[in-house]
């Protein structure tokens, strides 16, 4: 099972998926981008747990970060 420390938590919210025919879209919430600071480009990586949880982390840029 995967646990939260809810101290530890910065923003809870929730986010649609759009799908349409094989492309396949979810929005970002504006304060994950800034807090993230997230540019066109970057990436995130999906970790999915087998009891459904995801885990979604950004992945580091070389040259910046």
């Not at 995967?2 to 923003?11: A, G, M, Q, R």
């Not at 492309?23 to 919430?29: E, N, Y």
């Amino acid at each position: 099972m995967t646990e939260v420390n809810i101290d530890e938590v910065v923003y809870i919210t929730e986010t649609s998926i759009t799908i349409r025919d094989s492309r396949r879209r979810t929005t970002v919430p504006k304060e994950i981008v800034d807090e993230l600071k997230l540019i066109d480009g970057d990436k995130l990586r999906w970790l999915l747990f087998e009891d459904g949880k995801i885990m979604l982390t950004k992945v580091k840029r070389r040259d910046t970060d």
